[in-house]
């Protein structure tokens, strides 16, 4: 079974901070997919990353950035010089390939308030 | 760009009433699917749809609920019965995935809809 940890309930930074976001996942499959969406106070669900088990790249994308390391099985997010806007609440997320379809497991989410 | 879309945004029931969630997937997805979040909760997946039938349910997914493609846009999510604990956002999503094939090659984007907040009183 798949299972997805984010320790972090919740988060407060000061405006201009960089903030981590942890997310430990489990899975007895080979090939899956982990992602992070975003869920602003609005209620809908943004997508930011997706990445496959075959790719530790880390990646960047403006301000933010994932370090994915299949050895310690963790998918972080950083955020540089956070701001207001990313105030929300982010889920880290995993999906087995092994079926021809994806269901997705979420994580209990980060609620992250970043104060002006 | 398509998009995934859901109606209504807001849905206010009785309890023990029925209601139907509505959801059209983009057009030439083949994989549907249904996930809840309860209010400060996590996502959780309720359902997948396939083929007009369904492909894997969660144990929240009870007799209570039942999903349908009733026409070649529409996806739909009925809960027989609402209880207070139904109260949710719903959210609908889909996919094209190739049902020929299995493993990494076979990945498609999962898009999520807006979804539908239900409020059972």
């Known amino acids: 079974a798949q299972k997805v940890t984010q320790a972090q309930t919740e988060i407060s930074v000061v405006e201009k901070e960089d903030v981590t976001l942890d997310c430990v996942y489990e899975?007895?499959?080979?090939?899956?997919?982990l992602f992070w969406y975003k869920q602003p106070p609005s209620g809908e669900l943004v997508f930011l990353i997706r990445?496959?088990?075959?790719?530790?790249q880390n990646e960047i994308s403006g301000r933010y950035s994932w370090n994915f390391q299949k050895s310690t099985s963790s998918f972080n997010f950083t955020i540089t010089a956070s701001q207001v806007v990313d105030s929300a609440v982010y889920f880290c997320a995993l999906s087995e390939a092994a079926k021809g379809y994806q269901k997705v497991t979420f994580g209990t989410g980060t609620k992250l308030q970043v104060i002006p | 760009e398509p998009e995934v879309t859901q109606t209504p945004s807001h849905q206010v029931t009785q309890m023990g009433q029925e209601v139907i969630l509505r959801c059209v997937p983009i057009s030439n997805h083949l994989y549907f699917y249904w996930y809840r979040q309860i209010l400060g909760q996590k996502v959780e997946f309720l359902v997948s749809?396939?083929?007009?039938?369904?492909?894997?349910k969660s144990e929240i997914f009870d007799d209570q609920f039942s999903v349908e493609r009733p026409d070649g846009s529409n996806f739909t999510l009925k809960i027989r019965s609402t209880k207070l604990e139904d109260s949710a956002m719903y959210f609908c999503a889909s996919s094209y995935n190739n049902p020929r094939l299995a493993g990494w090659s076979s990945y498609n984007e999962q898009f999520f809809g807006p979804g539908t907040r239900l409020t059972v009183l």
């Open positions: 749809f396939y083929n007009n039938e369904i492909s894997e």
């Open positions: 899975t007895r499959d080979t090939t899956y997919y």
């Open positions: 990445r496959n088990s075959f790719d530790e």
